[in-house]
């Protein structure tokens, strides 16, 4: 069983910074392609950013210069660092990841989110 665990969300004043973390464990032989997604009421879910195994990232263009996703591949964690939040970054906060389960076969697995709300 493979599973995301999110951390780090909060309420917070907009202009300031949030540090979200997502630590993937159980029967994991490597992870592959790491990222965020948010999803705000009434909107679609939308990617955040990704980052490769190799630390290669995109980024929305919404979170450029704003936002920073890491990985600390020794310990399966990916991390976000947010800052300058806006209003508009007010979503629950997705960790997805490919997670190798053998040498063959991998699967896509979701975190079970996490809130950012970030005040006027």
């Known amino acids: 069983q493979v599973q995301l665990v999110e951390s780090g969300g909060g309420l917070v004043q907009a202009g300031g910074s949030l540090r979200l973390s997502c630590a993937a464990s159980g029967s994991i032989f490597g992870v592959n392609a790491m990222g965020w997604y948010r999803q705000a009421p009434g909107k679609p879910r939308e990617l955040v950013a990704t980052?490769?195994?190799?630390?290669?990232?995109n980024y929305a263009d919404s979170v450029k210069g704003r936002f920073t996703i890491s990985r600390d591949n020794a310990q399966n964690t990916v991390y976000l660092q947010m800052n300058s939040l806006k209003p508009e970054d007010t979503a629950l906060y997705y960790c997805?990841?490919?997670?190798?389960?053998?040498?063959?076969?991998?699967?896509?697995?979701w975190g079970q989110g996490t809130q950012v709300t970030v005040s006027s």
């Open positions: 980052i490769t195994s190799g630390g290669s990232t």
């Open positions: 997805n990841a490919d997670v190798r389960i053998n040498v063959i076969h991998s699967r896509n697995v």
